[in-house]
């Protein structure tokens, strides 16, 4: 398994590689633009040509980044899901000018049009997207959700469902949240609720699929009222014990282990000497 963090990228994106490197992280988590405005100012070459050389030199082997919060693949609302693909394919180019092979991705809210229109709508955004992105050597990562309001992919099945739509599911894979599975109401955190779970995963979406995990011990996401909420199993610190099987997926903790405590929500990111 590669550890390590989702790490910032204050004074630029070269300073990501070496902010993993001080806590000797074999995988490091990014954005690689504002998250929370549509608008991305374009990479410039030397930014681009800086973050690859602070990477080759970091020691870091993985490097995933995650796709802007506004992002929504499953509108009904034609301007907003425009502007959704648009992000979309512009962050695949980001990440794919960056050397970046993975982009982590919600797949939205279907906002009142049900859960089976919403999926067939992820699905037509992912083959729009893709349709573009033949060029870019980049991996999509579907990431579960927790199950908040109108919201899609908090089950297995709804994993399912987009990957048999979409017309290069080689392009897709998972990214599998500790916190958002616990809100959505899988219990991993006992030894006999992961084994289930695993074996689901495995059974209906792949082992093969899966890419990368978020461990997150920190609390559930509010859900939105009428939201279905799942019971916790094992209190606010469940899943921080969780020991995931060993091929190398990166497993990057969803915070900073900066110098203030209510910046990290999880546990500190084990050091070890590298080899």
């Not at 410039?44 to 802007?68: D, I, T, W």
């Not at 962050?91 to 000018?97: K, L, Q």
Request: with cysteine.
């Amino acid at each position: 398994m590669l550890l390590g963090a989702h790490v910032p990228t204050a004074g630029g994106l070269d300073q990501a590689p070496a902010r993993g490197r001080d806590i000797t992280a074999d995988a490091i988590q990014v954005f690689t633009r504002n998250q929370v405005q549509w608008r991305a100012r374009p990479l410039a070459p030397e930014e681009v040509r800086a973050f690859r050389v602070a990477l080759a030199e970091s020691g870091v082997r993985q490097v995933l980044s995650h796709g802007s919060y506004l992002v929504n693949l499953a509108s009904g609302e034609a301007s907003l899901l425009d502007k959704s693909r648009k992000a979309s394919l512009e962050e695949m180019e980001r990440c794919h000018a960056l050397g970046i092979p993975s982009l982590v991705f919600h797949p939205g809210s279907h906002r009142g049009a049900g859960e089976a229109s919403g999926l067939r709508t992820v699905a037509a955004s992912l083959n729009h997207v893709l349709e573009r992105a033949l060029h870019l050597d980049v991996l999509l990562l579907l990431e579960v959700t927790a199950g908040q309001g109108s919201s899609v992919g908090h089950r297995f099945e709804h994993l399912v469902s987009i990957l048999e739509r979409v017309k290069h599911p080689e392009r897709l894979g998972v990214c599998l949240d500790t916190c958002h599975l616990l809100a959505a109401g899988y219990d991993i955190a006992t030894p006999q609720g992961y084994e289930a779970t695993l074996s689901a995963f495995t059974r209906l979406v792949g082992l093969d699929k899966l890419k990368a995990v978020a461990r997150d011990a920190g609390p559930p996401p509010r859900l939105e009222a009428g939201a279905h909420a799942a019971p916790r199993p094992g209190g606010p610190r469940a899943g921080q014990g969780l020991r995931w099987i060993p091929p190398p997926w990166p497993c990057v903790p969803r915070a900073w282990p900066g110098k203030r405590a209510s910046t990290w929500s999880g546990s500190p990111v084990p050091t070890r000497p590298r080899s």
